[in-house]
Protein backbone atom coordinates (compact mmCIF):
# COMPACT_ATOMS: atom_id res chain seq x y z
CA UNK A 1 0.00 0.00 0.00
CA UNK A 2 1.50 3.53 -0.70
CA UNK A 3 0.22 6.90 -0.24
CA UNK A 4 1.32 9.67 2.45
CA UNK A 5 -1.74 9.83 4.54
CA UNK A 6 -0.18 7.15 7.01
CA UNK A 7 2.67 9.04 7.75
CA UNK A 8 0.42 11.86 8.93
CA UNK A 9 -0.48 10.75 12.44
CA UNK A 10 -0.44 13.78 14.94
CA UNK A 11 3.18 14.27 16.63
CA UNK A 12 3.91 13.47 20.17
CA UNK A 13 3.06 16.61 21.21
CA UNK A 14 -0.40 16.69 20.05
CA UNK A 15 -0.87 13.36 21.45
CA UNK A 16 -0.43 14.32 24.91
CA UNK A 17 -1.85 17.05 23.80
CA UNK A 18 -5.03 15.42 23.27
CA UNK A 19 -5.08 13.07 26.13
CA UNK A 20 -4.72 16.13 28.39
CA UNK A 21 -7.89 18.20 25.87
CA UNK A 22 -10.21 15.65 26.93
CA UNK A 23 -9.64 15.60 30.60
CA UNK A 24 -9.80 19.06 30.55
CA UNK A 25 -13.13 19.05 28.68
CA UNK A 26 -14.59 16.97 30.57
CA UNK A 27 -13.44 18.49 33.62
CA UNK A 28 -14.84 22.17 32.54
CA UNK A 29 -17.55 20.73 31.91
CA UNK A 30 -18.65 21.30 35.19
CA UNK A 31 -16.75 24.30 35.80
CA UNK A 32 -18.67 25.30 38.66
CA UNK A 33 -18.79 22.25 40.49
CA UNK A 34 -15.71 21.10 39.74
CA UNK A 35 -14.07 24.72 39.85
CA UNK A 36 -15.24 25.71 43.14
CA UNK A 37 -14.48 23.48 46.09
CA UNK A 38 -10.87 24.10 45.25
CA UNK A 39 -11.34 27.99 46.24
CA UNK A 40 -13.59 26.85 48.91
CA UNK A 41 -11.38 24.48 50.80
CA UNK A 42 -8.80 27.10 51.58
CA UNK A 43 -11.52 29.02 53.20
CA UNK A 44 -12.66 26.57 55.66
CA UNK A 45 -8.94 26.23 56.70
CA UNK A 46 -8.49 29.76 57.20
CA UNK A 47 -11.69 30.53 59.37
CA UNK A 48 -10.94 26.80 61.03
CA UNK A 49 -7.73 27.01 61.66
CA UNK A 50 -6.78 30.86 61.90
CA UNK A 51 -10.22 32.25 64.03
CA UNK A 52 -10.20 28.95 65.77
CA UNK A 53 -7.25 26.60 66.63
CA UNK A 54 -4.63 28.64 65.59
CA UNK A 55 -5.00 31.25 68.56
CA UNK A 56 -3.64 28.33 70.40
CA UNK A 57 -0.57 27.42 69.13
CA UNK A 58 2.19 29.06 69.11
CA UNK A 59 4.14 30.31 66.19
CA UNK A 60 6.58 27.85 64.06
CA UNK A 61 9.73 29.20 63.19
CA UNK A 62 8.96 32.77 63.46
CA UNK A 63 5.65 32.47 61.47
CA UNK A 64 2.57 32.63 62.58
CA UNK A 65 0.80 29.23 62.76
CA UNK A 66 -1.85 30.06 59.89
CA UNK A 67 1.44 31.16 57.86
CA UNK A 68 3.05 28.66 58.25
CA UNK A 69 -0.16 25.67 57.63
CA UNK A 70 -0.68 27.88 54.26
CA UNK A 71 2.80 26.94 52.79
CA UNK A 72 1.77 23.28 53.51
CA UNK A 73 -1.35 23.24 52.01
CA UNK A 74 -0.54 25.29 48.62
CA UNK A 75 1.65 21.98 47.92
CA UNK A 76 -0.83 19.15 50.13
CA UNK A 77 -4.12 20.47 47.86
CA UNK A 78 -2.07 19.42 44.73
CA UNK A 79 -1.13 15.84 46.38
CA UNK A 80 -4.40 15.51 47.48
CA UNK A 81 -6.38 16.29 43.78
CA UNK A 82 -3.51 14.13 42.06
CA UNK A 83 -4.13 11.69 44.01
CA UNK A 84 -7.91 10.98 43.83
CA UNK A 85 -7.24 11.77 39.90
CA UNK A 86 -4.99 9.11 39.07
CA UNK A 87 -6.61 6.62 41.44
CA UNK A 88 -10.59 7.13 41.59
CA UNK A 89 -10.44 8.81 38.34
CA UNK A 90 -8.23 6.71 36.50
CA UNK A 91 -9.92 3.29 37.66
CA UNK A 92 -13.26 4.46 36.70
CA UNK A 93 -12.45 5.49 32.86
CA UNK A 94 -10.56 2.67 32.84
CA UNK A 95 -13.42 0.06 34.44
CA UNK A 96 -16.32 1.70 34.48
CA UNK A 97 -16.82 4.39 31.88
CA UNK A 98 -14.88 2.72 29.06
CA UNK A 99 -13.27 5.99 28.17
CA UNK A 100 -9.61 4.18 27.81
CA UNK A 101 -11.27 1.76 25.12
CA UNK A 102 -12.51 4.97 22.98
CA UNK A 103 -9.06 6.92 23.38
CA UNK A 104 -7.02 4.05 22.72
CA UNK A 105 -8.72 3.15 19.02
CA UNK A 106 -7.42 6.75 17.89
CA UNK A 107 -4.13 7.04 16.73
CA UNK A 108 -2.67 7.53 20.33
CA UNK A 109 -0.63 4.93 22.17
CA UNK A 110 -0.95 3.54 25.74
CA UNK A 111 2.34 4.89 26.74
CA UNK A 112 0.81 8.11 25.28
CA UNK A 113 -2.37 8.01 27.82
CA UNK A 114 -0.67 7.31 30.69
CA UNK A 115 1.87 10.26 30.23
CA UNK A 116 -1.19 12.27 29.39
CA UNK A 117 -2.71 11.49 32.09
CA UNK A 118 0.82 12.32 34.23
CA UNK A 119 0.29 15.94 32.68
CA UNK A 120 -3.34 16.24 33.70
CA UNK A 121 -2.71 15.53 37.11
CA UNK A 122 -0.38 17.72 37.14
CA UNK A 123 -2.22 20.25 35.28
CA UNK A 124 -4.70 20.14 38.32
CA UNK A 125 -2.09 20.06 40.94
CA UNK A 126 -1.24 23.77 39.00
CA UNK A 127 -4.76 24.89 39.33
CA UNK A 128 -5.53 23.55 43.18
CA UNK A 129 -1.91 25.08 44.30
CA UNK A 130 -3.20 28.96 42.41
CA UNK A 131 -6.64 28.85 44.26
CA UNK A 132 -4.86 27.75 47.60
CA UNK A 133 -2.44 30.76 46.68
CA UNK A 134 -5.36 33.54 45.67
CA UNK A 135 -7.31 33.08 48.27
CA UNK A 136 -4.76 32.69 51.20
CA UNK A 137 -2.82 35.22 49.54
CA UNK A 138 -6.16 37.59 49.33
CA UNK A 139 -6.18 37.12 53.15
CA UNK A 140 -2.28 38.51 53.33
CA UNK A 141 -1.48 35.43 54.94
CA UNK A 142 1.41 34.02 52.55
CA UNK A 143 4.65 35.28 52.22
CA UNK A 144 5.17 37.26 48.87
CA UNK A 145 6.57 37.27 46.12
CA UNK A 146 8.10 33.88 47.06
CA UNK A 147 4.87 31.70 47.20
CA UNK A 148 3.95 32.83 43.39
CA UNK A 149 5.84 30.05 43.10
CA UNK A 150 3.27 27.81 44.30
CA UNK A 151 1.34 26.57 40.97
CA UNK A 152 5.39 25.14 39.65
CA UNK A 153 5.66 23.42 42.65
CA UNK A 154 1.80 22.00 42.60
CA UNK A 155 2.68 21.21 39.36
CA UNK A 156 5.30 18.62 40.24
CA UNK A 157 3.75 17.66 43.40
CA UNK A 158 0.84 16.32 41.18
CA UNK A 159 2.89 15.31 38.32
CA UNK A 160 4.88 13.09 40.84
CA UNK A 161 2.01 12.04 43.12
CA UNK A 162 -0.46 11.14 39.69
CA UNK A 163 2.90 8.71 39.03
CA UNK A 164 1.98 7.02 41.88
CA UNK A 165 -1.48 7.07 41.99
CA UNK A 166 -1.29 5.22 38.32
CA UNK A 167 1.48 2.50 39.72
CA UNK A 168 -1.17 2.07 42.52
CA UNK A 169 -4.18 2.22 40.26
CA UNK A 170 -2.13 -0.68 37.94
CA UNK A 171 -2.47 -3.09 41.39
CA UNK A 172 -5.78 -2.29 41.86
CA UNK A 173 -8.52 -4.87 41.34
CA UNK A 174 -11.58 -3.33 42.79
CA UNK A 175 -12.01 0.14 43.20
CA UNK A 176 -12.73 0.02 47.29
CA UNK A 177 -8.85 -1.14 47.52
CA UNK A 178 -7.78 2.35 47.05
CA UNK A 179 -9.25 3.64 50.45
CA UNK A 180 -5.71 1.42 52.06
CA UNK A 181 -3.73 3.99 49.82
CA UNK A 182 -5.73 7.17 50.54
CA UNK A 183 -6.09 6.46 54.69
CA UNK A 184 -2.59 4.64 54.47
CA UNK A 185 -0.47 6.62 52.69
CA UNK A 186 -1.67 9.87 52.02
CA UNK A 187 -3.54 11.09 54.76
CA UNK A 188 -0.46 10.28 57.03
CA UNK A 189 1.48 12.03 55.08
CA UNK A 190 -0.39 14.68 55.22
CA UNK A 191 0.30 15.16 59.03
CA UNK A 192 3.84 13.85 58.91
CA UNK A 193 5.60 15.57 56.51
CA UNK A 194 6.15 18.98 57.95
CA UNK A 195 2.87 20.29 56.57
CA UNK A 196 0.92 20.72 59.97
CA UNK A 197 3.92 20.63 61.91
CA UNK A 198 7.85 20.15 61.65
CA UNK A 199 9.39 17.10 60.79
CA UNK A 200 12.09 17.75 63.62
CA UNK A 201 9.43 17.60 65.91
CA UNK A 202 8.86 13.93 65.30
CA UNK A 203 10.38 11.89 67.59
CA UNK A 204 14.49 11.29 66.21
CA UNK A 205 13.64 7.50 65.49
CA UNK A 206 11.10 8.01 63.01
CA UNK A 207 12.25 11.43 60.82
CA UNK A 208 14.16 9.18 58.68
CA UNK A 209 10.28 8.13 57.57
CA UNK A 210 9.40 11.38 56.74
CA UNK A 211 12.78 11.82 55.12
CA UNK A 212 11.49 8.78 52.75
CA UNK A 213 8.24 9.75 51.59
CA UNK A 214 7.96 12.12 48.62
CA UNK A 215 5.47 14.95 50.30
CA UNK A 216 8.43 15.87 52.82
CA UNK A 217 10.42 17.14 50.45
CA UNK A 218 7.79 18.93 47.68
CA UNK A 219 6.55 20.98 51.18
CA UNK A 220 10.35 21.82 52.23
CA UNK A 221 10.90 22.89 48.61
CA UNK A 222 7.74 25.51 48.82
CA UNK A 223 9.09 26.53 52.30
CA UNK A 224 12.27 27.51 51.37
CA UNK A 225 10.80 28.85 47.87
CA UNK A 226 7.89 31.06 49.98
CA UNK A 227 11.05 32.26 52.07
CA UNK A 228 13.60 33.62 49.26
CA UNK A 229 15.53 31.30 51.52
CA UNK A 230 18.65 28.95 49.74
CA UNK A 231 19.76 25.89 51.23
CA UNK A 232 21.54 23.10 50.01
CA UNK A 233 19.12 20.71 51.51
CA UNK A 234 16.87 21.92 48.02
CA UNK A 235 18.87 20.18 46.03
CA UNK A 236 18.83 16.42 48.06
CA UNK A 237 14.87 17.82 47.85
CA UNK A 238 14.73 18.68 43.50
CA UNK A 239 17.12 15.39 43.31
CA UNK A 240 14.69 13.25 44.87
CA UNK A 241 11.23 14.39 43.16
CA UNK A 242 13.06 13.68 40.21
CA UNK A 243 14.44 10.61 40.47
CA UNK A 244 11.07 9.09 42.42
CA UNK A 245 8.96 11.09 39.03
CA UNK A 246 10.68 9.33 36.71
CA UNK A 247 11.27 5.49 38.79
CA UNK A 248 7.41 5.59 39.66
CA UNK A 249 6.36 7.58 36.31
CA UNK A 250 8.13 4.59 34.23
CA UNK A 251 6.79 1.66 36.36
CA UNK A 252 3.34 3.20 36.57
CA UNK A 253 3.35 3.56 32.83
CA UNK A 254 5.06 -0.39 31.96
CA UNK A 255 2.68 -1.65 34.27
CA UNK A 256 -0.29 0.04 33.76
CA UNK A 257 0.07 -1.05 29.69
CA UNK A 258 -0.01 -4.26 30.48
CA UNK A 259 -3.40 -3.92 31.78
CA UNK A 260 -4.31 -2.05 29.19
CA UNK A 261 -2.65 -3.82 26.25
CA UNK A 262 -3.48 -7.44 26.68
CA UNK B 1 -3.29 -7.84 -7.93
CA UNK B 2 -3.74 -5.28 -5.40
CA UNK B 3 -1.80 -5.65 -1.71
CA UNK B 4 -4.60 -6.84 0.68
CA UNK B 5 -5.42 -4.53 3.35
CA UNK B 6 -4.99 -7.61 5.59
CA UNK B 7 -2.47 -10.25 5.90
CA UNK B 8 -2.61 -12.72 8.59
CA UNK B 9 -1.23 -16.35 8.70
CA UNK B 10 -0.65 -17.88 11.74
CA UNK B 11 -2.19 -15.88 14.06
CA UNK B 12 -2.99 -16.89 17.85
CA UNK B 13 -3.66 -15.45 21.39
CA UNK B 14 -3.48 -16.89 24.48
CA UNK B 15 -4.59 -15.94 27.52
CA UNK B 16 -2.77 -17.78 30.60
CA UNK B 17 -4.04 -21.79 29.56
CA UNK B 18 -7.20 -20.38 27.38
CA UNK B 19 -6.40 -20.40 23.62
CA UNK B 20 -8.49 -17.59 22.70
CA UNK B 21 -7.27 -17.52 18.84
CA UNK B 22 -5.52 -20.52 17.08
CA UNK B 23 -3.44 -20.47 14.28
CA UNK B 24 -5.76 -18.24 11.80
CA UNK B 25 -4.47 -17.18 8.56
CA UNK B 26 -7.00 -15.02 6.02
CA UNK B 27 -6.69 -12.29 3.98
CA UNK B 28 -8.70 -9.09 3.25
CA UNK B 29 -9.06 -7.32 0.36
CA UNK B 30 -9.26 -3.92 -0.09
CA UNK B 31 -12.93 -2.94 -0.47
CA UNK B 32 -14.31 -5.71 0.95
CA UNK B 33 -15.98 -6.50 3.55
CA UNK B 34 -15.23 -9.41 5.67
CA UNK B 35 -17.01 -10.73 8.57
CA UNK B 36 -16.02 -13.20 11.45
CA UNK B 37 -19.19 -15.16 12.92
CA UNK B 38 -19.02 -16.91 16.03
CA UNK B 39 -20.65 -17.98 18.88
CA UNK B 40 -19.70 -15.58 22.76
CA UNK B 41 -16.49 -16.73 23.22
CA UNK B 42 -14.96 -17.67 19.97
CA UNK B 43 -12.37 -15.46 19.89
CA UNK B 44 -13.67 -12.62 17.41
CA UNK B 45 -13.00 -9.36 19.68
CA UNK B 46 -9.83 -10.52 20.68
CA UNK B 47 -9.21 -11.05 16.92
CA UNK B 48 -10.49 -7.78 16.23
CA UNK B 49 -7.84 -6.38 19.12
CA UNK B 50 -4.66 -7.53 17.79
CA UNK B 51 -5.64 -5.55 14.67
CA UNK B 52 -5.45 -1.96 16.24
CA UNK B 53 -2.75 -3.00 19.19
CA UNK B 54 -5.24 -3.72 21.97
CA UNK B 55 -4.40 -7.43 22.04
CA UNK B 56 -0.57 -8.54 21.33
CA UNK B 57 -0.72 -11.56 19.59
CA UNK B 58 1.45 -14.81 20.43
CA UNK B 59 4.90 -14.58 19.12
CA UNK B 60 6.52 -16.89 16.88
CA UNK B 61 8.04 -17.66 13.97
CA UNK B 62 6.21 -18.03 11.64
CA UNK B 63 3.08 -15.96 13.15
CA UNK B 64 2.59 -12.79 10.45
CA UNK B 65 0.17 -9.79 10.96
CA UNK B 66 0.20 -6.84 8.28
CA UNK B 67 -2.49 -3.99 7.91
CA UNK B 68 -1.59 -1.78 5.14
CA UNK B 69 1.37 -3.18 4.73
CA UNK B 70 2.08 -2.01 8.81
CA UNK B 71 2.43 -4.88 11.73
CA UNK B 72 0.15 -3.56 14.54
CA UNK B 73 2.82 -3.92 17.20
CA UNK B 74 5.42 -1.69 15.66
CA UNK B 75 2.82 0.90 13.55
CA UNK B 76 0.15 1.23 15.52
CA UNK B 77 -0.50 4.93 14.96
CA UNK B 78 -0.13 4.45 11.04
CA UNK B 79 -2.83 1.88 11.08
CA UNK B 80 -4.94 3.06 13.55
CA UNK B 81 -4.67 6.81 11.47
CA UNK B 82 -6.26 4.75 8.84
CA UNK B 83 -8.53 2.82 10.63
CA UNK B 84 -12.04 3.66 12.10
CA UNK B 85 -13.05 1.49 15.46
CA UNK B 86 -16.40 1.13 16.38
CA UNK B 87 -16.41 -1.23 19.47
CA UNK B 88 -18.46 -3.52 21.18
CA UNK B 89 -19.74 -1.36 24.01
CA UNK B 90 -20.59 2.21 23.84
CA UNK B 91 -17.89 4.17 25.30
CA UNK B 92 -18.92 7.96 24.61
CA UNK B 93 -18.46 10.33 26.94
CA UNK B 94 -21.22 10.51 28.94
CA UNK B 95 -20.34 14.26 30.36
CA UNK B 96 -20.70 16.03 27.05
CA UNK B 97 -23.45 16.24 24.03
CA UNK B 98 -23.26 14.48 20.59
CA UNK B 99 -21.47 17.39 18.65
CA UNK B 100 -19.14 17.67 21.45
CA UNK B 101 -17.77 13.86 21.53
CA UNK B 102 -17.48 13.98 17.92
CA UNK B 103 -15.73 17.42 17.78
CA UNK B 104 -13.34 16.05 20.97
CA UNK B 105 -12.32 13.18 19.27
CA UNK B 106 -11.30 14.89 15.79
CA UNK B 107 -8.86 16.37 17.67
CA UNK B 108 -7.37 12.71 18.50
CA UNK B 109 -6.64 12.68 14.65
CA UNK B 110 -5.31 16.42 14.78
CA UNK B 111 -7.94 17.96 12.94
CA UNK B 112 -8.26 21.33 12.34
CA UNK B 113 -11.26 22.53 14.38
CA UNK B 114 -13.43 23.81 11.24
CA UNK B 115 -12.33 20.82 9.33
CA UNK B 116 -13.74 18.97 12.16
CA UNK B 117 -17.03 20.94 12.39
CA UNK B 118 -17.56 20.47 8.83
CA UNK B 119 -16.85 16.50 9.28
CA UNK B 120 -19.27 16.38 11.95
CA UNK B 121 -21.80 17.83 10.46
CA UNK B 122 -21.44 15.51 7.54
CA UNK B 123 -21.71 12.39 9.83
CA UNK B 124 -24.33 13.32 12.07
CA UNK B 125 -26.44 13.75 9.15
CA UNK B 126 -25.31 10.41 7.03
CA UNK B 127 -26.27 8.69 10.56
CA UNK B 128 -29.47 10.59 10.37
CA UNK B 129 -28.55 12.17 13.85
CA UNK B 130 -29.04 15.58 12.88
CA UNK B 131 -31.40 16.55 15.37
CA UNK B 132 -29.84 15.14 18.28
CA UNK B 133 -26.64 17.36 17.94
CA UNK B 134 -26.57 19.21 21.00
CA UNK B 135 -28.27 16.12 23.14
CA UNK B 136 -26.54 14.80 26.11
CA UNK B 137 -25.95 11.24 25.75
CA UNK B 138 -27.19 9.59 28.40
CA UNK B 139 -30.56 10.88 26.59
CA UNK B 140 -29.96 8.55 23.84
CA UNK B 141 -31.70 5.66 22.95
CA UNK B 142 -29.06 2.78 22.57
CA UNK B 143 -29.48 2.47 18.32
CA UNK B 144 -28.62 6.44 18.27
CA UNK B 145 -25.65 5.81 20.36
CA UNK B 146 -24.61 2.47 18.15
CA UNK B 147 -24.97 5.54 15.16
CA UNK B 148 -22.63 7.99 16.72
CA UNK B 149 -20.04 5.19 18.03
CA UNK B 150 -19.74 4.52 14.18
CA UNK B 151 -19.63 8.23 13.28
CA UNK B 152 -17.21 8.39 15.40
CA UNK B 153 -15.23 5.77 14.13
CA UNK B 154 -15.47 7.52 10.67
CA UNK B 155 -14.30 10.67 11.66
CA UNK B 156 -10.87 10.45 9.87
CA UNK B 157 -12.38 9.44 6.76
CA UNK B 158 -10.99 5.73 7.35
CA UNK B 159 -9.79 3.45 5.10
CA UNK B 160 -10.64 0.18 7.57
CA UNK B 161 -14.01 0.22 9.44
CA UNK B 162 -13.85 -2.14 12.26
CA UNK B 163 -17.00 -3.10 13.57
CA UNK B 164 -17.25 -5.38 16.38
CA UNK B 165 -21.16 -6.75 16.67
CA UNK B 166 -22.06 -3.63 15.40
CA UNK B 167 -26.17 -3.88 15.84
CA UNK B 168 -26.11 -6.53 18.78
CA UNK B 169 -29.20 -5.59 20.78
CA UNK B 170 -30.61 -3.05 18.23
CA UNK B 171 -34.20 -3.23 17.04
CA UNK B 172 -35.20 -4.25 13.64
CA UNK B 173 -35.26 -0.63 12.49
CA UNK B 174 -32.22 0.84 13.60
CA UNK B 175 -30.12 -2.68 12.32
CA UNK B 176 -31.48 -1.98 8.82
CA UNK B 177 -30.64 1.06 8.89
CA UNK B 178 -27.07 0.93 9.84
CA UNK B 179 -26.90 -2.10 7.54
CA UNK B 180 -27.89 0.47 4.99
CA UNK B 181 -25.32 3.34 6.01
CA UNK B 182 -23.02 -0.07 5.93
CA UNK B 183 -23.28 -0.78 2.54
CA UNK B 184 -23.06 2.88 1.04
CA UNK B 185 -19.14 3.11 2.88
CA UNK B 186 -18.96 -0.22 0.95
CA UNK B 187 -19.62 1.49 -2.00
CA UNK B 188 -17.40 4.76 -1.50
CA UNK B 189 -14.16 1.88 -1.23
CA UNK B 190 -14.15 1.22 2.92
CA UNK B 191 -12.60 -1.61 3.66
CA UNK B 192 -15.21 -3.60 6.86
CA UNK B 193 -14.28 -6.12 8.94
CA UNK B 194 -17.40 -7.26 11.31
CA UNK B 195 -18.03 -9.67 14.07
CA UNK B 196 -21.59 -10.52 14.39
CA UNK B 197 -23.33 -13.62 15.52
CA UNK B 198 -26.01 -12.57 13.43
CA UNK B 199 -26.98 -14.70 10.66
CA UNK B 200 -28.73 -12.37 8.84
CA UNK B 201 -26.19 -9.78 9.46
CA UNK B 202 -23.69 -11.54 7.96
CA UNK B 203 -25.79 -12.83 4.69
CA UNK B 204 -26.28 -9.10 4.43
CA UNK B 205 -23.38 -7.17 4.05
CA UNK B 206 -20.28 -9.67 4.06
CA UNK B 207 -18.39 -11.28 0.66
CA UNK B 208 -16.73 -13.37 2.90
CA UNK B 209 -16.59 -14.55 6.26
CA UNK B 210 -15.28 -16.90 8.61
CA UNK B 211 -16.97 -19.18 11.20
CA UNK B 212 -14.78 -19.07 14.25
CA UNK B 213 -15.52 -21.60 16.95
CA UNK B 214 -13.10 -21.62 19.91
CA UNK B 215 -10.67 -19.35 18.22
CA UNK B 216 -10.68 -21.46 15.29
CA UNK B 217 -11.57 -21.06 11.82
CA UNK B 218 -14.06 -23.65 11.07
CA UNK B 219 -15.16 -22.48 7.86
CA UNK B 220 -14.44 -19.58 4.95
CA UNK B 221 -16.13 -18.12 2.14
CA UNK B 222 -19.25 -16.07 0.47
CA UNK B 223 -22.46 -16.88 2.90
CA UNK B 224 -23.80 -17.88 -0.52
CA UNK B 225 -20.97 -20.68 -1.65
CA UNK B 226 -20.79 -21.74 2.35
CA UNK B 227 -24.61 -22.61 2.33
CA UNK B 228 -24.74 -23.95 -0.74
CA UNK B 229 -21.49 -26.50 -0.38
CA UNK B 230 -22.20 -27.05 3.75
CA UNK B 231 -25.49 -28.10 4.08
CA UNK B 232 -28.43 -29.61 2.14
CA UNK B 233 -30.82 -26.98 0.83
CA UNK B 234 -34.25 -27.93 2.59
CA UNK B 235 -34.86 -28.26 6.20
CA UNK B 236 -37.79 -29.69 7.77
CA UNK B 237 -38.83 -28.56 11.51
CA UNK B 238 -40.52 -29.99 13.99
CA UNK B 239 -40.90 -28.07 16.68
CA UNK B 240 -42.35 -30.81 18.71
CA UNK B 241 -41.96 -34.31 18.16
CA UNK B 242 -43.71 -35.75 21.39
CA UNK B 243 -47.11 -34.52 19.46
CA UNK B 244 -46.19 -37.41 16.93
CA UNK B 245 -43.83 -39.61 18.89
CA UNK B 246 -44.79 -43.05 16.83
CA UNK B 247 -42.69 -41.48 14.23
CA UNK B 248 -39.81 -41.08 16.20
CA UNK B 249 -38.74 -44.27 16.01
CA UNK B 250 -39.37 -44.55 11.99
CA UNK B 251 -35.88 -45.09 9.76
CA UNK B 252 -35.39 -42.25 7.78
CA UNK B 253 -36.25 -41.64 3.81
CA UNK B 254 -33.01 -42.21 1.83
CA UNK B 255 -30.98 -38.76 1.08
CA UNK B 256 -32.30 -37.06 4.79
CA UNK B 257 -30.64 -36.74 7.97
CA UNK B 258 -31.81 -35.79 11.22
CA UNK B 259 -30.88 -33.37 13.76
CA UNK B 260 -32.00 -33.79 17.05
CA UNK B 261 -32.11 -31.10 19.47
CA UNK B 262 -35.13 -31.35 22.72
CA UNK B 263 -38.10 -31.43 21.80
CA UNK B 264 -37.20 -30.04 18.11
CA UNK B 265 -36.28 -32.59 15.23
CA UNK B 266 -35.18 -30.99 12.12
CA UNK B 267 -34.50 -32.87 8.99
CA UNK B 268 -32.56 -32.07 6.29
CA UNK B 269 -32.02 -33.04 2.58
CA UNK B 270 -31.45 -32.48 -1.02
CA UNK B 271 -35.16 -32.87 -2.14
CA UNK B 272 -37.84 -30.75 -1.46
CA UNK B 273 -40.18 -33.59 -2.11
CA UNK B 274 -38.57 -35.95 0.18
CA UNK B 275 -39.42 -33.32 2.67
CA UNK B 276 -43.02 -32.62 1.85
CA UNK B 277 -44.14 -36.06 2.30
CA UNK B 278 -42.27 -36.64 5.65
CA UNK B 279 -43.62 -33.55 6.91
CA UNK B 280 -47.50 -34.71 6.24
CA UNK B 281 -46.42 -37.47 7.67
CA UNK B 282 -46.87 -34.92 11.34
CA UNK B 283 -50.14 -34.91 11.61
CA UNK B 284 -50.51 -33.62 15.17
CA UNK B 285 -46.87 -32.28 15.48
CA UNK B 286 -46.22 -28.16 14.12
CA UNK B 287 -43.87 -28.36 11.05
CA UNK B 288 -42.47 -25.86 8.56
CA UNK B 289 -40.56 -26.73 5.77
CA UNK B 290 -37.87 -24.08 4.42
CA UNK B 291 -34.82 -23.13 3.08
CA UNK B 292 -31.87 -23.45 4.74
CA UNK B 293 -29.68 -20.65 5.75
CA UNK B 294 -26.51 -19.60 7.61
CA UNK B 295 -27.59 -20.38 10.98
CA UNK B 296 -28.19 -23.85 9.91
CA UNK B 297 -24.70 -23.91 8.67
CA UNK B 298 -23.71 -22.10 11.47
CA UNK B 299 -24.95 -24.42 14.25
CA UNK B 300 -24.07 -27.42 12.00
CA UNK B 301 -20.51 -26.76 11.91
CA UNK B 302 -20.25 -25.22 16.16
CA UNK B 303 -22.79 -27.66 17.33
CA UNK B 304 -25.64 -26.77 19.70
CA UNK B 305 -24.90 -27.26 23.27
CA UNK B 306 -23.33 -24.06 24.83
CA UNK B 307 -20.08 -24.48 26.55
CA UNK B 308 -18.17 -22.87 29.38
CA UNK B 309 -17.27 -20.04 27.16
CA UNK B 310 -20.90 -19.00 26.38
Not at chain 1, 102 to 125: D, H, R
Request: aromatic share 12%.
Amino acid sequence: MSGSKEMRFPKLRQRLYSVWYRHMRVYTKHLFSNGFPPFLEPLIFLWGIGLGLGQFIAPINGQPYLVYLSIGLLVTSAMWTSSFECTFGTFIRMEFEKVYDGMLAAPITAENLILGEMFWAGSKGFFFSLAVLIVVGLFGKLPMPGSLAAPLIGFATAFMFGALGLLVTSFVKTINHFNFYMTGLISPMFFFSGVVFPVESLPKKVQWLAELVPLTHCVRIMRFIAALHWDSVILWDAAYVIVFTLIVGFFATKRLKKRLIT
Amino acid sequence: MQTPVIEASDVSKTFGSLQAVKSLSFHVNADECFGFLGPNGAGKTTLLKMFYARTARDHSPQSRLRLFGYDPEEDELSIKYMSGVAPQEDNLDDELNVIQNLLLYARFYGMPSAQARRRADELLKFLELSEKRKELIRHLSGGMKRRLVIARALLNEPKLLILDEPTTGLDPQVRHLIWDKLRQLKKQGTTMLLTTHYMEEAFQLCDRLIIMHRGENIMEGSPRQLVAENIEPYVLEVTDLQANPELRHQPLPAGVRLDLSGLTARYYAASFEALKSLGDQFTRAPHFLRQTNLEDVFLKATGRMLDERQ
